[in-house]
């Protein structure tokens, strides 16, 4: 019989607060973290969700001041990952037989700025090191950077490591931050929005780029007084090699992602009472979901995209969204796709406008990224 694998615990560094409530409170509100911001000396400002960086050293200085030593130096996203693990780590072991997985897509990017070589600390199993050695932590650090699928993978791979015995349980850390490199990119392929995004909308018309950092304890065993139960029941992740920056017409990849991951869940589409979507508002992703949320016979199942308050995090969104939907779960409510106003994808969705009071029970996650890859979870609260 295989092991039954528990979320127990999460945390999260978003624009919109530096823990879980915070960003609970503010998205009941219906804040948002995308802003204008300029971030490119030789570029307008655009909407994007991006930590106050004054903030940011202030709360770092506040909760590390005393561990901290005059030769420990730490970049804006290390501060970030630090800051979304260290409330969790305090509260459970780490042993021999605890795994470190990191996500994210670009790591330390914005160190390769102005440089003629390349940096150690660009080096992703390097930035993960030093993480896991600020915390203590024995085994080797995994890494998990597969695109914008990333943050729901190290999940899924937790899961999987524990079940097969490697490991006994797992804090995954997720994390990205805005830089020029990224900004550069997704402008290449004409992606940003010049306003707010709009998930699923007629009139999207591209991304907004966030940053985040997200931590989460995953483990086989659990004791009754956890304040936060979950079961990682299902997952799946399927690459359909459709093009490297676009998706298939047919959804074929998330199709076959999420059919998987149902299966080993054991539960029908009937059973599922919330989709948290990847949703980035660009024209082909959206459509894309609808195709293969359709082909599932989900279309009925309310729904939303978070990137209407986070923006896209890249390595962080999976499990940022993912937090966020047991948060949903745990409150019995739905929030709406921020932004969204009137379908814009060819196949039909229960896009959730306004919060609503919902029982919750089963909860799909998906993602989709660049190279073909998709992802699915689905996370089964406990009664």
């Known amino acids: 019989m295989r092991k039954e694998i528990y979320i127990t615990d999460y945390n999260c560094i978003t624009p919109l607060g530096f823990n879980v409530e915070s960003n609970w409170n503010a998205i009941l509100e219906g804040k948002s973290g995308v802003a204008l911001h300029k971030v490119m000396e030789n570029q307008d400002a655009f909407y994007a969700s991006m930590i106050d960086s004054e903030k940011l050293n202030k709360e770092f200085t506040t909760v590390f001041d005393s561990e901290i030593t005059d030769s420990q130096e730490f970049t804006r996203l290390e501060k970030m990952l630090l800051l979304s693990l260290k409330p969790i780590i305090e509260k459970h072991s780490v042993t021999e037989k605890t795994a470190f997985i990191l996500s994210t897509t670009k790591g330390n990017i914005s160190l390769l700025k102005n440089q003629t070589e390349l940096p150690e600390g660009a080096y992703l199993s390097k930035l993960a090191q030093k993480i896991a050695d600020f915390f203590g932590f024995t085994t080797k650090p995994i890494v998990v950077s597969n695109a914008c699928v990333s943050g729901v993978m190290a999940i899924a791979v937790a899961k999987n490591m524990i079940q097969a015995g490697k490991y006994k349980d797992a804090f995954v850390i997720a994390g990205d931050e805005i830089s020029e490199f990224v900004i550069s990119g997704f402008n290449s392929f004409q992606a940003i929005c010049s306003e707010p995004c709009k998930p699923y909308d007629k009139n999207r018309s591209g991304i907004n780029i966030g940053e985040a950092a997200a931590a989460a304890y995953i483990t086989s065993e659990i004791s009754e007084n956890e304040k936060i139960k979950f079961k990682v029941i299902g997952d799946s992740a399927i690459n359909d090699a459709n093009h490297i920056s676009g998706p298939s017409r047919t959804g074929d990849g998330l199709y076959g992602s999420i059919k998987n991951a149902m299966i080993e869940a054991n539960i029908t589409s009937e059973q599922i009472d919330f989709i948290s979507a990847h949703g980035t508002a660009t024209l082909y992703n959206?459509?894309?979901?609808?195709?293969?949320?359709?082909?599932?016979?989900?279309?009925?199942?309310?729904?939303?995209?978070?990137?209407?308050?986070?923006?896209?995090?890249?390595?962080?969104?999976?499990?940022?969204?993912?937090?966020?939907?047991?948060?949903?779960?745990?409150?019995?409510?739905?929030?709406?796709?921020?932004?969204?106003?009137?379908?814009?994808?060819?196949?039909?969705?229960?896009?959730?406008?306004?919060?609503?009071?919902?029982?919750?029970?089963?909860?799909?996650?998906?993602?989709?990224?660049?190279?073909?890859?998709?992802?699915?979870?689905?996370?089964?609260?406990?009664?």
Do not use: W
Request: net charge negative; charged share 15%.
């Open 286 to 383: 959206d459509e894309m979901e609808s195709i293969a949320f359709s082909r599932m016979e989900l279309q009925n199942i309310p729904l939303n995209s978070m990137k209407g308050f986070y923006g896209h995090c890249l390595g962080a969104a999976g499990l940022l969204e993912s937090i966020i939907s047991m948060e949903s779960a745990l409150h019995s409510t739905l929030i709406p796709s921020k932004n969204f106003e009137e379908m814009g994808v060819s196949q039909p969705l229960n896009i959730i406008k306004d919060n609503q009071t919902a029982t919750i029970r089963y909860i799909l996650k998906t993602a989709s990224g660049f190279g073909g890859c998709n992802a699915a979870i689905v996370l089964e609260k406990m009664i």
